[in-house]
């Protein structure tokens, strides 16, 4: 298992995570504040438009982080990146907390979309090269985890100051605690120990298998060499890695490289077709059309989300029993299940005004909530964070998560307007690409449960390292050599460094 010190590590870098979660969800108990509405002017005419255009403005910049992150990311570093993104969280909240009118309000949103685009592409990404390859997708699926405990703290922090009087207070406070996780994890980020993968791309060989030992020694197991097989299997994939194109156009021009996008860009779009965030963002709006008050609307939204984190833990220890593929497409369908009766609930109370189809109504969210986080979020991230190899991980993390972005932006943007003039009938235009993307993922994408990052490779015809199991033998070449020097060096290198750190173990 795992050291408690990867244990820590992850948890920490996890407060990312949480950041991004509670100034995702925050939006929804602002929106049913009545003083919010009535200090920015909210009215039936416009109601619906300005709460469209504070989501996409928040959907516009995390999908501009996305791409912003790469730049950092590949020159100084994943936790460097992981800096940048808190202090945007920073800015935009203080901004968003701040605002004197709605365009003040609207800019601190992009600014703090933005951030949250850095935190989204790293934390899982550093997450995934900093673990061991069989706990892989439940030490990456805390992001998950974290990122719903976000959600949650939003949504009861946002309940219990719906009875505060002071009517500034009761929404800006709320705002301007999004910067608070932030704070703390760029105060202490770069005391993080630095990803073995970046530190072999720029060559401190020596740095990363310190880092190796010191995440993945297990003391339950002292004769065990993991770390040191990992650190050289990373070495060898390097050496081959380095002679392959990373440049943006190769993303696209390169067929697997190009797989792999298209995989990862539509994994994360379809987990938005869902409807998961429609439902957080607009949960108190909804409530509302089915007859509740204000102060059921956000009580009930917050017992809704409370589910998620319990969901995401599940899905976390899943993901390595039952594989990334499965629990994907299968909870996709689920979701897609729940939308149809959901529609057909909504459409019966609208017709009828029946206690029983609101009722109904609610319940199905509630199912929906549950296959959503057992299934999508944690498995999502852990996805799209191990398909892609280290050389171009940044850009490859970047293009799928930006698909979130985008979804976010088509269908959470639209669904005040879509809710205004089409009703129930909105959930339709959800419930297609879903099922879509359930058939999809179920027949077309690579399992890549159990394997080591430089392993997965294999899955998408590219040259990898010798197998984990392998790599310390003597002798032990790639599975497609290429005759480079460096790799047969680096073993020789390996086996003296094993010897060593052996007699100090």
Known sequence: MANYLTLSVILFACIGSWTWGYVAGII??????????????????????????????????????????VFVNERKGRLAGIFVGCVLDIIGSALSAGAVQIAMFIVGRFVVGLGVGFLLVLVPLYESEITPHNKRGLLVGLHGVMLCVGYVSSNWIGYGFFFVENTNINWRLPLAIGGVPACLLAACVFRLPQSPRYLVQTGDNEGALDVCRRLHYDPAHPESDLYLREHAQIVQQHAIDQHSPASWASMFRIAHYRKRAIIGH??????????NLVITNYAPILYGKLGYDANKQLLMAGAWITMCPFGNLLNAFLLDKVGRRLLLSGGLMGCTLCLVAEAVSVARFQQTGSQAASLAAVAFLFVHMFFFCTT??????????????????PKGVAISVSGLFLSTLIFVSAAPQGFQNIGWKYYFVLMFPAFVGSLTEFFFWPETRGLPLEEIAAKFGDDTAAPLEDVMKHGAKPTEPRGDDSIAASNVDLEKARHELVEQV
């Open 28 to 69: 929804a108990s602002t929106l049913g504040q009545p003083s919010f509405s009535s200090y920015m002017g909210f009215n039936e005419s416009n109601t619906s438009t300005l709460q469209g255009l504070a989501n996409a403005l928040f959907s516009v910049g995390g999908f501009v982080g996305c791409y912003a992150s």
């Open 376 to 393: 999508q979020d944690a498995s999502s991230y852990v996805y799209v964070s191990e398909i892609f190899p280290t050389h171009i991980r």
């Open 266 to 275: 539509t994994t994360m779009f379809f987990v938005q077709c869902s409807g």
